[in-house]
């Protein structure tokens, strides 16, 4: 891969290009990376590169002649123009992917106060790397082209990619090395246990864990909880599906259904969604059969049957730990128990009654 970097200030990029994994890189010819000077394009007798803009404001406009001149000059067929700009589309890992496939690249540092507008005619994509503005576009483009350059083939080891943060739709899973102990903080019994099996269904349950806390976003739109089984949870794109192939169940000529025997592939919010639905309607028949219960038929036979209800309302509740917030579980669990233990003092008390009134007919006998 070559790629091309357009900046009026060559000289920032020193330290990025000679160390570390770039450098490497660099060196073993898996990347080419040239420092272009906009400067060294421009056809003004003062190398000017920017100007006031046209209708007044502040600042300088990076002018459209050198950058124009400069892609002009290194572009080839299969090249990709990218400019760095405020402006542009966020950063994200599958854009770094896709741009590591490229063969040439040539990135456009913006500076100043902006660029003349004309010059994204010449530009296939215009990238952020966040809602916030630098001075210019030469720390973005070490950061997209950092990110592009590590996902170059062999650049480093395939294996650190995969199931790197991300990659799937989710983050990392925690990492931890020597000492065993630090400061009464202690590294999780899973991995010194020496089962890579354990050790890689943690990992896999950590990274959802870590990614519902911390990242919730990543796990909305268009993203779908897959499950092996428990504890083998991976959220998945259904684009990235590739190779799998779904039936309709019982041959239903339905395009948006799909059927798995081992598999559940859901909207998170549309499983959550059924599972409330599911409960608020038991909830209101617990609620009915309760009222009967207090106003109708106090008896023991009756408390069974509405205690039975309860219990096995908990246990469908218990059922859905994984799709339910702790919260929302824990108050319905509380108001089911609250409900449970009134009905137990009821069938106390209209027992107790029932024993009096037999006392006091058998006294009177
Ligand atoms: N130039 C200035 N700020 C920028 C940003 N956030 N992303 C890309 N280029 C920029």
């Given at each position: 891969m070559k790629i091309d970097i357009l900046t009026l200030f060559p000289n920032m990029f020193e330290g990025f290009l000679t160390e570390s994994i770039i450098k490497r890189a660099i060196k073993s010819n898996k990347v080419n990376i040239e420092i272009n000077n906009i400067r060294d394009f421009s056809k003004d007798s003062h190398k000017k590169v920017d100007d006031i803009p046209y209708g007044g404001g502040s600042g300088m406009v990076l002018m459209c002649q050198p950058i124009?001149?400069?892609?002009?000059?290194?572009?080839?067929?299969?090249?990709?123009?990218?400019?760095?700009?405020?402006?542009?589309?966020?950063?994200?890992?599958?854009?770094a992917e896709n741009l590591s496939k490229e063969e040439h690249l040539i990135f456009i540092c913006g500076h100043y106060e902006g660029f003349d507008e004309r010059i994204l005619s010449i530009c296939d994509m215009e990238i952020s790397i966040g809602d916030y503005v630098l001075t210019g576009g030469e720390l973005p483009c070490m950061v997209v082209t950092d990110a592009v350059v590590r996902l170059v083939d062999d650049v480093i080891e395939k294996e650190s990619i995969e199931k790197e943060s991300f990659v799937d739709g989710l983050l990392d899973y925690p990492t931890y090395t020597k000492p065993r102990v630090f400061e009464d903080l202690e590294v999780p019994d899973v991995l010194l246990s020496g089962n890579h099996k354990n050790i890689e269904s943690w990992r896999e349950e950590e990274r959802v864990k870590k990614t519902e806390v911390k990242r919730p976003d990543l796990l909305d739109k268009g993203k779908f909880k897959l499950y092996k089984n428990s504890e083998n949870v991976k959220i998945i794109d259904l684009k990235d599906l590739k190779g799998y192939s779904f039936h309709p169940k019982n041959n239903a000529k339905r395009t948006d259904l799909i059927p798995v025997t081992n598999m559940e592939l859901m909207f998170q919010k549309f499983k959550k969604n059924v599972a409330k639905t599911n409960i608020d309607k038991k909830i209101l028949t617990l609620i009915k059969s309760s009222i009967l219960f207090f106003?109708?038929?106090?008896?023991?036979?009756?408390?069974?049957?509405?205690?039975?209800?309860?219990?096995?309302?908990?246990?469908?509740?218990?059922?859905?730990?994984?799709?339910?917030?702790?919260?929302?579980?824990?108050?319905?669990?509380?108001?089911?128990?609250?409900?449970?233990?009134?009905?137990?003092?009821?069938?106390?008390?209209?027992?107790?009654?029932?024993?009096?009134?037999?006392?006091?007919?058998?006294?009177?006998?």
């Open positions: 124009f001149d400069a892609v002009k000059s290194l572009a080839k067929d299969n090249t990709k123009v990218v400019l760095l700009t405020p402006q542009g589309i966020p950063f994200n890992q599958k854009m106003e109708e038929d106090s008896s023991e036979d009756n408390a069974i049957i509405v205690l039975g209800e309860a219990e096995r309302l908990k246990a469908l509740i218990k059922n859905y730990e994984k799709i339910l917030e702790k919260e929302y579980r824990e108050e319905i669990e509380a108001k089911i128990d609250l409900l449970i233990q009134e009905i137990k003092i009821e069938m106390i008390s209209s027992k107790n009654k029932e024993e009096e009134i037999e006392e006091k007919q058998s006294r009177s006998r």
